[in-house]
């Protein structure tokens, strides 16, 4: 069996001819786990991806891993189900990733759900999610004890509040552990390899025709299969007997992070209506999100009037922070598709999600949502099963902890323990602390670099928690090329942080040496990144 890490770019074994069972076209989280599933199934799959993993739409989500609350409103109990069960599953196969969260949801006089009916759909919610869970049952607070957790809440008007427990994660580095899955479970995975056009003989798709980007080189992949999680990329690819879909931009921003505060919020925007969400994440604070439809994935930029609206309806719920302009320290936009459906409103846009064959031997997954894309993957492995004419094995997914999780029991212990480990070889204790729990037992690798070099022991920037090491480990053995991958998918240090020249010269130097690229190309990459 291959191993997880490093992440191997083969393009020759895409070259070689051989046919494979499955081609999957889409390097996002729908993508991963689609290929993970059939290679753990028995097919020879290919995983293809334009950009970087998860460089699209799922590394701009709200980084969340729930049942979707406000999904209750709209009368879709399966798909809140789906959910939290699927909640429970990632907090079992990747605990480290996977973190619990707690939710607080103030009243207002004149609120859309009064404390009785929040009340009543938190008491649902428990129900569906059904015993086993990795988070507490929800909790109601009245107005003088939320003040005292939450004091710069809007005071007036306030009437109590209720909490509850859903998950959180780093939408990019989930993916790119479902990607090492993959690899591990035999897949060939190559990131920077995108399909210009879908190979058919009459009306069957038998693959695709593939350019590698790195080298400008052409080639076909013949596959009996083909599925384009290409979200709202695959209508490009697809042509005429691409599905309809709607197109759904969200938009969040990151924040400062609001003192002594561990919880996150969900609010509604008092300019509409529309839930939005106030998270903790990497000492920062995410506000988002948005909805609006786009007719194109070349429109996912944030707007000025978008910003204006999130800080707008925080300012509203909490004014002591007077957020402004100012304290937006990163932007991000991300689109998804959604059944096409005539609902007047977004939000009331179904998240259901369905599989489609347009073509014989073509699968396109439809809707879905971060959290249920493992069991959504399911689906979309039976589909190509049956396409194929083979029997359809059970998915066994959710019986492997994903590369590098440590077990979810006794997951505190070795919390500690790997936290001391790191602090042993000279790393501040909240970088050692957010080392575990974004590399789980790959620390052990973190380690063995550190001892190569202690000094790659350093914050990358003072003011967040990531170290010169992880840069090593993300040029060697994690398949990033650029400084894009570096530091917007394997750190997220693009939105947390505003980097000067002098920063990005460094991180390109340590970077390049281990890339082997020139003084021209670390320029370059520099000059690329300040023009984003």
């Not at 993508?31 to 739409?57: F, H, I, M, P, Q």
């Not at 090491?469 to 505003?498: N, Q, W």
């Amino acid at each position: 069996m291959p191993n997880a890490y490093p992440l191997i770019r083969d393009i020759s074994a895409l070259q070689a001819g051989a046919p494979y069972d499955l081609l999957v076209i889409g390097g996002g989280i729908y993508g991963a786990w689609t290929a993970y599933d059939a290679a753990l199934r028995g097919l020879k799959v290919a995983l293809v991806e334009k950009n970087d993993w998860g460089s699209g739409t799922s590394s701009a989500s709200s980084k969340l891993i729930h049942g979707g609350l406000r999904y209750l409103e709209h009368f879709e109990f399966q798909l809140v189900r789906h959910a939290l069960a699927e909640r429970r599953v990632l907090t079992e196969i990747a605990p480290h990733l996977v973190r619990p969260l707690r939710f607080m949801v103030p009243v207002w006089k004149g609120a859309r759900a009064g404390m009785f009916k929040l009340s009543a759909g938190l008491t649902l919610y428990d129900l569906l999610a059904g015993g086993d869970q990795p988070v507490a049952r929800h909790k109601s607070y009245s107005k003088s004890k939320l003040l005292q957790l939450h004091p710069y809440l809007r005071e007036s008007g306030l009437k109590g509040g209720l909490s509850y427990g859903d998950c959180q994660e780093d939408d990019a580095r989930m993916t790119l552990a479902v990607v090492a899955a993959a690899q591990q479970a035999g897949v060939v995975v190559a990131n920077r390899v995108a399909a210009t056009a879908l190979l058919k003989q009459g009306k069957q798709i038998v693959g695709a025709s593939l350019l590698d980007v790195a080298d400008g080189s052409s080639f076909d992949l013949q596959a009996s299969a083909v599925v384009v999680a290409a979200g709202p990329w695959a209508h490009g690819l697809i042509g005429r007997e691409a599905p309809k879909v709607k197109l759904v931009k969200g938009v969040h921003l990151v924040m400062p992070a609001i003192p002594d505060c561990s919880d996150a919020f969900l609010f509604t925007a008092p300019q509409d209506g529309r839930v939005y969400f106030v998270i903790p994440w990497y000492g920062r604070t995410l506000l988002g999100t948005t909805e609006s439809e786009v007719s194109d994935p070349k429109q996912a930029v944030v707007t000025e009037a978008e910003v204006r609206y999130l800080l707008d309806a925080a300012r509203d719920a909490l004014p002591q922070l007077q957020w402004s302009e100012r304290d937006v320290q990163g932007r991000f936009a991300g689109v998804r598709t959604l059944q096409a459906d005539e609902e007047d409103s977004l939000s009331a846009v179904t998240r259901e999600f369905v599989v489609l064959q347009p073509s014989p031997g073509l699968v396109v997954p439809i809707g879905g949502k971060y959290t249920t894309s493992r069991v959504d993957a399911i689906e979309i492995v039976d589909a190509v099963m049956h396409a194929l004419n083979r029997g359809r094995p059970p998915s066994t997914t959710h019986d492997h902890p994903l590369p590098g999780a440590p077990s979810a029991q006794g997951f505190d212990g070795w919390l500690a323990q790997a936290v001391a480990r790191a602090w042993e070889q000279g790393v501040d204790q909240q970088a050692a602390t957010q080392l575990a729990l974004r590399h789980g037992l790959r620390i052990d690798r973190i380690i063995e670099l550190l001892q190569e070099n202690p000094a790659w022991s350093a914050r990358v920037v003072a003011g967040a928690a990531f170290i010169d090491a992880e840069i090593v480990l993300a040029a060697r053995e994690e398949m990033s090329f650029s400084l894009d991958d570096l530091l917007r998918r394997r750190m997220p240090l693009t939105l947390l942080t505003r980097l000067s020249e002098a920063d990005l010269q460094r991180i390109a130097t340590l970077f390049g040496e281990q890339k082997g690229w020139t003084a021209d190309q670390r320029q370059q990459a520099v000059d690329e990144m300040q023009s984003r």
